[in-house]
Structures are given as structure tokens and as C-alpha cells.
């Protein structure tokens, strides 16, 4: 099944950028729905963005205009470009993948079958 792992993570000064990766495999599907969580200490666990085969994406609205999710096919790699990064989004990043789901049904905060183990930002 799907595994995933995070990397690009550490510490930016505040307005710095970030670009995180998330490299999948067994992740061939045609149709699939991959997203960026986060986790700040002592808060829920919040969803970040998500695309699906088609490109769709989806973002939270404290971070519209200044975050970017992609994905390489040929590599199989998610990427989550962060830009005028503010410390209050110092958090563990994680990424997460569900296979044939795309569309209406991907979205942050969906519920996602496989998750990686999750990669540091410091905005400081």
C-alpha cells in the first residue's frame, strides 16, 4: 500500500519561505486525493491543502495566496510551496493520500487513508 514521506522542513525566519516534499510510493493510481495537515502544540490538527489527479486544489483561508500544493507525477512527489511563512505556523506538516478519491471528495479536512510521519516547520 501507499507510503509516504515528508522532508523540507526547518527553520525559517518569518516572512521566509519553504518548499516541503512528499514522496509516495506504491501511489499509481489514476485518480487519487493528496493533502498538507498541520499540528501546532496544543491545538487540532488543521488541514492545509489538497489536490487531486485532476489538479483540483483546495486551501485554508489563512494561507490562500500565499501557499502553493503541487504534484509531479512522474516522480511521485507532493510538494507544498510556503511563502511569508508567520510564526504562528511553526507546526509538524504532515502529508496524507487516499487512492480514488478526486473531485468533490477531496478537500482539506477530508478523511485520508495513508499519512506520512510528519516534517518540523519553525518560523522564527
Known amino acids: 500500500h501507499v507510503q509516504l514521506v515528508e522532508s523540507g522542513g526547518g527553520l525559517v525566519q518569518p516572512g521566509g519561505s519553504l518548499r516541503l516534499s512528499c514522496a509516495a510510493s506504491?501511489?499509481?493510481?489514476?485518480?487519487?486525493?493528496m493533502s498538507w495537515f498541520r499540528q501546532a502544540p496544543g491545538k487540532e490538527r488543521e488541514g492545509v491543502a489538497s489536490?487531486?489527479?485532476?489538479?483540483?486544489?483546495d486551501y485554508a483561508d489563512s494561507v490562500k495566496g500565499r501557499f502553493t500544493i503541487s504534484h509531479d507525477n512522474a516522480k511521485n512527489t507532493l510538494y507544498l510551496q510556503m511563502n511569508s511563512l508567520k510564526p504562528e505556523e511553526t507546526a509538524m506538516y504532515y502529508c496524507?493520500?487516499?487512492?480514488?478519491?478526486?473531485?468533490?471528495?477531496?478537500?482539506?479536512?477530508?478523511?485520508?487513508?495513508?499519512w506520512g510521519q510528519g516534517t518540523q516547520v519553525t518560523v522564527s
Open positions: 496524507a493520500a487516499d487512492p480514488w478519491r478526486s473531485g468533490a471528495f477531496c478537500y482539506i479536512g477530508a478523511d485520508f487513508r495513508y
Open positions: 506504491e501511489l499509481t493510481e489514476n485518480t487519487f486525493c
Open positions: 489536490i487531486d489527479s485532476d489538479g483540483n486544489t
